[in-house]
């Protein structure tokens, strides 16, 4: 018996030609398992050869969230809007934790990568996309957490959510994705060239935290002041009210601020997408 072998031929086609933007999505979609399996390779370094292992995702937010309790509650003296202390940090921390571990990871992209970007061909944008995934696992992990307290909380009548808002939760979650994505391939490709901005990553992101209203509600502030319009205006502002909102109850979702954050991710992440296909084709001369 004759038997004939029909085998799939692939053809890419590597070009240096610079075009104002090469998003090349079906190229990405043919990647897809690369990118499963770097997935799971950032969430297997990140707790290897640790104590606790994937403990620390539930730990490290718990007990960030008690020290914000100590600082921001009792020595500060901040409102929650009568949300009791702990859920409402632990919300804060998990939808900030979620953004800034974002950025911070994929800002290494090329640095961290450069050995296996000078022996093989794949599209670069895999990485930071797999990092992006692991963070939003972490969160999911982070939010079993606060759903159990949030859940107790119900019962004892100590917050009253939007339900019919909880959709929107994955509005939220899309657009801080991005725009942690938009943000850490920014400082990605500058890092190839100016390699202090590294230090100034881990300074910067700490500081955007204040400048959040993480720790606090934005409601705290003067609405006629400077630092109230500063902080309004903050990109990753609507997400974390809008998070607060749909499970806590608390705030007042602003469509103004939130459209003129979509815009603002969306311009940051075509930036983002033309400068980090520029560095690649010559990254490898400066890192």
């Not at 009568?82 to 640095?111: D, E, H, M």
């Not at 979650?173 to 230090?199: N, Q």
Request: glycine share 6%.
């Amino acid at each position: 018996m004759k038997t004939s072998e029909h085998a799939t031929e692939y053809h890419i086609h590597i070009s240096s030609d610079d075009k104002a933007l090469n998003f090349n999505f079906k190229e990405l979609l043919h990647y897809r398992d690369l990118i499963v399996l770097l997935t799971k390779k950032t969430f297997i370094l990140t707790y290897k050869q640790t104590i606790l292992g994937p403990a620390w995702i539930f730990l490290n937010p718990f007990l960030t969230s008690l020290m914000y309790m100590v600082v921001f509650g009792k020595i500060a003296g901040l409102s929650t809007n009568g949300v009791p202390q702990l859920l409402f940090y632990l919300g804060g921390s998990a939808i900030w934790t979620y953004f800034s571990t974002s950025i911070s990871k994929i800002s290494k992209t090329f640095t961290d990568n450069a050995n296996v970007f000078g022996k093989v061909y794949f599209p670069r944008l895999c990485v930071p996309i797999s990092t992006i995934i692991t963070s939003l696992i972490n969160f999911g992990v982070q939010m079993l957490m606060f759903l159990a307290l949030w859940i107790y909380y119900i019962a004892r009548g100590a917050v009253r959510p939007h339900y019919e808002a909880i959709p929107l939760i994955l509005v939220v979650l899309l657009e801080l994705g991005v725009l942690g994505f938009a943000c850490g391939i920014i400082v990605s490709s500058l890092t190839t060239k100016y390699h202090d901005l590294t230090m100034l990553v881990t300074f910067g992101i700490q500081l955007w935290m204040y400048g959040t209203p993480v720790v606090y509600p934005l409601s705290q502030l003067n609405p006629s002041g400077t630092l109230y319009k500063f902080i309004y205006f903050n990109p990753v502002t609507p997400a974390v009210e809008m998070f607060r909102y749909i499970f806590l109850g608390t705030g007042v979702i602003h469509f103004d601020n939130w459209c003129s954050s979509c815009i603002a991710t969306v311009v940051l992440a075509l930036i983002g997408v033309r400068l980090f296909n520029k560095v690649e084709k010559n990254f490898m001369d400066t890192v």
